[in-house]
């Protein structure tokens, strides 16, 4: 991770960024922001960690935690929540037995992500898994297709 922590820093340098970009181009990399990335620019750079928290707290599009293998993200938009966003997300919460306050499993398979609009209210409610569109669905249907992505053998 050292190594790939460096040559973001070179990037960083030879450009002249900001924080936002060098935590962009952190977790672009590794998916999310560690800890461990925090002290190594902030030691590098002469900046203090809290700045680079600061940022990164701030900003939605920052993790602090790895992101499942699965993202299940589902909308949470009016019009999805009238159409049952809420059932769906207790779905999703109970198959995942998610603890509460986590988004993603202890098992690092899944992630559920819950966001304001996926700007597609005319398929409300709508849940995107793995990057794929489900529209006009339910939790049973979400919830079988999560359980068939626990059937498949491991593919990495």
């Known amino acids: 991770m050292i190594e790939e922590l460096e040559n973001i820093l070179e990037r960083y340098r030879k450009k002249g960024g ?3 970009a060098l935590l962009q181009d952190t ?5 999310y922001i560690p800890r461990m990335a925090v002290r190594f620019f902030s030691e ?3 900046i203090a960690a809290s700045r680079f928290y600061g940022v990164a707290t701030f900003y939605s599009q920052f993790r602090l935690k790895p992101v499942g293998r699965h993202k299940i993200t589902a909308c949470c938009g009016t019009a999805c929540h009238v159409r049952g966003a809420e059932k769906i997300i207790g779905g999703l919460r109970k198959e995942l037995a998610l ?4 988004d993603t499993t202890p098992d690092g398979e899944f992630t559920l992500e819950e966001v304001a609009c996926l700007g597609t209210c005319s398929f409300a409610p709508v849940v995107m898994v793995d990057g794929g569109v489900r529209g006009k669905t339910s939790a049973d249907v979400i919830v079988k297709e999560i359980k068939a992505i626990r059937k498949k053998p491991d593919e990495g």
């Open 99 to 102: 603890p509460a306050g986590e």
């Open 18 to 20: 900001n924080i936002i």
């Open 27 to 31: 977790q672009e990399s590794l998916g």
């Open 44 to 46: 590098e750079l002469g």
